[in-house]
């Protein structure tokens, strides 16, 4: 068995349903279930022996210690976490809860279990952390893409968060010999994305009707890797990455903002036709938020030339499927539309 945090999520239950797809080996999935934590993504699992869940927070000592000494597992795989900048601006106490404290408390956690194994066992266990490019700060026009060497200089609650994560699953490994594995990946689309993101905001707020706010000149470029090849490069990093080591996983597709707001404008106009015209007249450009990185772009040549991966999905044919997902799952984004979802929307989009 492995144990999954956060794995209601977006990458996290996407995770869940490839591994359980791939193989047989049962997961365990904790998940505090906050606004972005949604079960309706593991429906599919609902009578599944061999997913197993449990609501329950990962700042929770006693209920890590009790779920690791009953059942055991052989990897934990790390995603819970709070991850939306722009949330982060608003509140940025709820992340270093999360972010922080929680992965320290299951780093002891696990490092306690770990310390009950027998030896074989000890060897073999895992613990993957999964984390974001954003720890690496922001890139200038035409400078060399972030590899697993450059510096941290991360610019907001969020990404600070994130990076003192990093150094706390690094500290864990070199003082206490914890197995730890960290990957930095780029920014995720695809099924079951909350929408607060870029992606999935422009595609429901365009079969709404509604303005398509685009931040600043929307020119801030980021790297674009569609969630099913990060869950592949997380499978790949667990059963043969170097211990201690960290892998950037991209996409390979350096896009601005709105080059990918107009392809998904393109998209939803070939697939679901606007009679009042094309998505792209509702186009409106708002105040960009605080501190906005300007560039992420990943190196990602050290998991392909040491663990032989790299994605399957290119930005046309990834985007192409996400944004019919949304058209097929009309009734999952409607349940995700909640109060709370409405009151954020005008919290952060109002004032712009």
């Known amino acids: 068995m492995i144990l999954v945090t956060g794995g209601a999520g977006?990458?996290?239950s996407n995770f869940v349903l490839d591994w359980l797809g791939q193989c047989d080996e049962p997961v365990l999935n904790i998940d505090a279930l906050t606004y972005a934590g949604n079960l309706a993504n593991l429906a599919s699992l609902q009578d599944d022996a061999r997913h197993v869940f449990v609501h329950g927070d990962i700042t929770d000592r006693a209920l890590l210690d009790r779920l690791?000494?009953?059942h055991r597992p052989r990897a934990i795989v790390h995603?819970?976490?709070?991850?939306?900048?722009?949330?982060?601006?608003?509140?940025?106490?709820?992340f270093m809860k999360t972010n922080v404290d929680g992965t320290f408390t299951l780093l002891e956690a696990a490092r306690g279990f770990w310390h009950t194994l027998g030896q074989a066992d000890k060897a073999a266990f895992r613990f993957l952390h999964v984390s974001t490019d954003e720890v690496y700060g922001s890139l200038a026009p035409g400078a060399p893409a972030f590899t697993e060497d450059?510096?941290?200089?991360?610019?907001?609650?969020?990404?600070?968060?994130?990076?003192?994560?990093?150094?706390?699953?690094?500290?864990?490994?070199?003082?206490y010999g914890l197995p730890v594995l960290t990957t930095n990946c780029s920014n995720n689309y695809g099924p079951y994305h909350f929408p607060e993101k870029?992606?999935?905001?422009m595609i429901v707020n365009a079969l709404?009707?509604?303005?398509?706010?685009?931040?600043g000149d929307g020119?801030?470029?980021?790297?674009?890797?569609?969630?099913?090849?990060?869950?592949?490069?997380?499978?790949?990093v667990l059963a043969r990455g170097r211990l201690g080591q960290t892998y950037n996983v991209g996409g390979w597709n350096e896009m601005a903002n709105l080059d990918i707001v107009r392809t998904v404008c393109g998209l939803l106009d070939e697939l679901r036709p606007d009679p009042a015209g094309p998505y792209s007249r509702l186009i409106t450009f708002v105040a960009d938020r605080p501190g906005h990185d300007r560039r992420y772009a990943i190196d990602a040549r050290r998991i392909e030339r040491e663990l032989g991966?790299?994605?399957?999905?290119?930005?046309a044919t990834g985007i192409r499927k996400t944004v019919q997902w949304y058209l097929d799952h009309a009734d999952w984004v409607a349940q995700v539309q909640s109060g709370a979802y409405r009151e954020w929307v005008a919290t952060n989009y109002a004032a712009r």
């Open 10 to 12: 977006f990458i996290g």
């Open 68 to 70: 690791l000494a009953e």
């Open 79 to 94: 995603f819970a976490a709070e991850s939306h900048v722009d949330r982060s601006i608003h509140g940025p106490g709820a």
């Open 150 to 175: 450059h510096p941290y200089e991360p610019n907001s609650p969020y990404s600070a968060s994130k990076a003192a994560s990093d150094h706390l699953v690094r500290a864990w490994h070199h003082t």
């Open 198 to 201: 870029l992606i999935p905001l």
């Open 208 to 215: 709404a009707g509604k303005p398509l706010p685009v931040y």
């Open 219 to 236: 020119q801030q470029i980021r790297d674009w890797l569609y969630v099913r090849d990060h869950c592949s490069a997380i499978r790949t």
């Open 309 to 315: 991966w790299r994605p399957a999905e290119t930005f």
